[in-house]
């Protein structure tokens, strides 16, 4: 099994590059394992000083269960873990069940943070795009798709989410073996990422 990390800025496109990249194979040839189905519930969540739950901390991700299951996977086990919905009460949450594969992407905001995560992982690639590119992806997502309010949206980015970037992204960056600019678009790097991949 090659494990490959993927993270970079909220904003700045890693969703849907993983996405583009999983629809290129298989189910038998690529498994997905996000961070983003590891966060802690709503109320252990940190509050800030203005009593706002601050998602974008490693404390708010339960980092050792994520370690526990990619490690299964390498072992060749089945995962089963609840979705993650506390940020949507309308959506009943299903089990799911995440199968092992030669191929592992592994992606979230502190993949390359949390060094259990990154000693295992045979490739690290950064998804990078401007601050000013970021916060206007972060808006149509939150503003437009979600219906969040836009101050919340703007005190979010501007307290949590860049903070967090700086922190715990950014300092990385030097030390990955990928660096995709995606401050249009991932095109070319999507090739080369799948055509190195198949080519395994």
């Given amino acids: 099994m090659i494990i490959i990390g993927i993270s970079g800025a909220s904003g700045s496109g890693k969703t849907r590059f993983i ?46 269960a994520f370690v526990a299951d990619i490690k299964k996977l390498q072992n060749g086990e089945i995962v089963k873990r609840k979705e993650y919905t506390f940020n949507n009460s309308m959506k009943e949450a299903k089990m ?18 949390e060094s259990k995560i990154r000693d295992l992982l045979d490739l690290k690639i950064m998804i990078f795009a401007s601050s000013a590119i970021s916060v206007i992806r972060r808006i149509h997502r939150d503003r437009v798709e979600r219906n969040y309010p836009l101050d919340d949206v703007l005190y979010r980015y501007e307290h949590h989410v860049l903070p967090s970037f700086v922190k715990y992204i950014e300092p990385y960056i030097d030390t ?22 198949k080519s395994l």
Wanted: charged share 30%.
């Fill in 19 to 64: 996405k583009d990249v999983h629809a290129q194979f298989n189910e038998d040839e690529i498994t997905l394992l996000s961070q983003d189905e590891y966060y802690h519930p709503r109320e252990k969540q940190f509050i800030d000083d203005k009593g706002v739950k601050n998602f974008d901390l490693p404390s708010s991700i339960d980092l050792d």
């Fill in 176 to 197: 990955v073996d990928v660096v995709i600019n995606n401050n249009k678009n991932f095109d070319q790097a999507l090739k080369m990422l799948v055509g190195y991949l």
């Fill in 96 to 113: 799911l069940e995440i199968k092992p594969s030669p191929i592992l992407l592994v992606e979230g905001l502190f993949v390359f943070h």
